[in-house]
Nanobody, 121 residues
């Protein structure tokens, strides 16, 4: 009964910006961690950014200074503001949530279906 839905992906030129959104739907009481992973062609899925329930954030070294992750706890939403995009940022970006609590169940890990970000001139 919990679902993550991403939006905001698309085609952007190098140096441009995009903002991704991910909304967790369902009868949710709390979410411990929300964040973003990405997977480029021929590569493994990697962590991009993560925001804890304490509002602490971590970032992959490759995106530090360019990407910003934030959460709206009231709306069960996590955002990823991506600036100064580079071709190597091209990937499918997946929303992730850990320890999603509902009245009936606790979900240790939930994944969205992903949204494609293409950085190309």
């Amino acid at each position: 009964q919990v679902q993550l839905v991403e939006s905001g992906g698309g085609l952007v030129q190098p140096g441009g910006s995009l903002r991704l959104s991910c909304v967790a739907s369902g009868s949710i009481d709390s979410i411990n961690v929300m964040g973003w992973f990405r997977q480029a062609p021929g590569e493994q899925r990697e962590l991009v950014a993560r925001v804890t329930s304490r509002r602490n954030t971590i970032y992959a070294d490759s995106v530090k200074g360019r990407f910003t992750a934030s959460r709206d706890f009231a709306k069960n939403t996590v955002y990823l503001q991506m600036n100064d995009l580079k071709p190597e940022d091209t990937a499918v970006y997946y929303c992730n949530a850990n320890n999603v609590a509902t009245p009936a169940h606790n979900y240790p890990e939930v994944w969205g279906r992903g949204t494609l970000v293409t950085v190309s001139s």
